[in-house]
C-alpha cells in the first residue's frame, strides 16, 4: 500500500470516528435533554397537585363555614375545579405501583360530594348538621394529604427522591412514599352516601328484580338460552362474566350468525344476545324491523313495554323499549333489540337496565302538583305539545317521579322533566330526529 493511500485510509477513519463521535454527542445531548423536560414535566405535575389539594383543603373550610345554598353553590363549583385538576395532575406521575385508587377516589367524591349538597339545597333549604360534619370529615383526610405531599415535595427539593425514568432506589423511594398516602392516610376512610355518581352505593348496586331468585344451573341457563333464539339454534357453554349481574356464556352458530348469549346466575333471565357477522343491504322497512323488535319483547315474556327511541347504524335496528305501569314510563327499566335490516332476524338484546331496576308494580309517590302547575316552571321560550309522567334514571342510581314535558324551542324538541312532588327542572334532554333514528341527548 502506497504512503499516499495509507495517509488517505487513517484520514478516513478518523473522520469517521469523528462524525460517530459527534452523532453520539447529539443524540446524548438530546437524550438528556428530553430526560430534564421530562422530569421538569412531573415536577412540575407534582407541584400542581400539591397546590391543588392545598386548594381542595382551604375551600372544604370554608365549606364547612357556609350557612346558605349560594355560599355553597360557589365553594362546590370551586372545589370541583380543583378536584378535577388534582386527579389530572395525579395521573402525570410515574409510579412503579399501580394508580393511588383511595387517593383518587377520595379527590373523585370531595367535588361529587359538595356538588350534591349545592343541587340539594338550591331551593334554600339549610345545611343539615349531619352534612356539615361529613364536610369537616372531607376536610380533615384533605389537610392529612397535604401534609403528606408537602413532606414528598420536600425530599424532591432536597433530591433525596426523584422522578427520574430510570428504575432505581429512588424511584423505589418515591412509589413507597406515595403508596404510605395511600396506607397512613385512607385506611380508615369510611363510606360516603349521597346523591352523586362516585358515591359508594352506586359501585355496589345490585339487581332489584334478581335480589330474591335463586340461583339456576349452568344446564338450566343453557336450556334458557336455546330458548331466547327459539330452540333453533344448537349452544355450548363457553364461559361465564361477573359484575352486577354475574351470568353464564354460551355460543352457537346459525347460517349466518355466531351467536353468544349471556344468562344470568340468578333467576336465569338473558343479560345480553350478540349476533356477530356482517349485514347486507336493507330488505325491511325501519318501522318493520320495530315491530319486529317489539314482537320478539312478547314472545320472550316482557309485556307492557312501550317503544321510545331507536337508532339505525351498521345495517340494523336498536329499538329501546321501556316498561309501562298505568300510564307511567318507567325509563329505569329499559330493554334494547337489535333487528337485522337484511334478514329481519334478532341480531342482539340488552336487558341489563331492565333486570338492575324493574318490579312489577312501584310504589309512586302522589303526585302533590297538577301538571297545570308543573307547566308554570318551564320557561316562556318553550312551546308545550304534550305532557305526561315518567320514571326517569339518575346519574347517581336514584328515580325521580316526574311530569314529562314535550314541546319545541328554536325549532328544535326537547323534553323537560318537572319533579312531580317538589315542581324542581330534575332533566333537559333534546330530542334528536335524523336518517339515523330519534335519539336523546
Known sequence: MSKNRKLFTIVSLVLVFVVMLSFSAVQYSRAEKYKTTTESSYVRAFYDLVQNVTDVETSLSKAVLASDSYQLVKIATE??????????NLGQIPL???????????????????????????????????????????????????????????????????????????LSMLSESFNNIESKNFNNYPSLIYDGPFSEHVNTMQSIMLASERTVSQEEALVIAMGYLFNNIE?????????KIPAYIFSGDSDKCHYYVEISKSGGKCVNILCSRSF??????????????????????????KESYYETSGGCVTANFAYEQNGVVMYPDLVKVKVALDTGEIAGFEAKGYLMNHRDV??????????????????????????????IPTEYGDEKYCYEIKGAYNNKNFLVYVNTQTGREEDILLLVHSNNGVLTI
Open 362 to 391: 312501584r310504589t309512586l309517590s302522589g303526585v302533590i302538583i297538577s301538571s297545570a302547575e308543573a307547566t308554570k316552571h318551564i320557561s316562556k321560550n318553550f312551546v308545550i305539545e304534550n305532557v305526561g309522567l315518567a320514571v
Open 79 to 88: 372545589l370541583s375545579h380543583q378536584s378535577a385538576f388534582a386527579i389530572s
Open 280 to 305: 347486507g343491504e336493507p330488505t325491511i322497512a325501519t318501522e318493520e324491523a320495530i315491530a319486529i323488535a317489539k314482537n320478539y319483547l312478547a314472545k320472550v315474556g316482557y309485556k307492557n313495554m
Open 96 to 170: 412503579e405501583s399501580e394508580p393511588l385508587e383511595k387517593t383518587s377516589r377520595f379527590l373523585s367524591q370531595v367535588g361529587d360530594f359538595t356538588y350534591s349538597l349545592a343541587l340539594k339545597h338550591a331551593d334554600g333549604s339549610p345545611i343539615e348538621e349531619s352534612e356539615t360534619e361529613s364536610i369537616k370529615n372531607l376536610q380533615k383526610y384533605a389537610a392529612s394529604l397535604s401534609e403528606a405531599l408537602n413532606d414528598i415535595k420536600e425530599k424532591l427539593g432536597s433530591g433525596e427522591l426523584t422522578f427520574e425514568q430510570a428504575s432505581g432506589e429512588k
Open 235 to 243: 349452544m355450548a357453554y363457553v364461559g361465564q362474566t361477573d359484575g
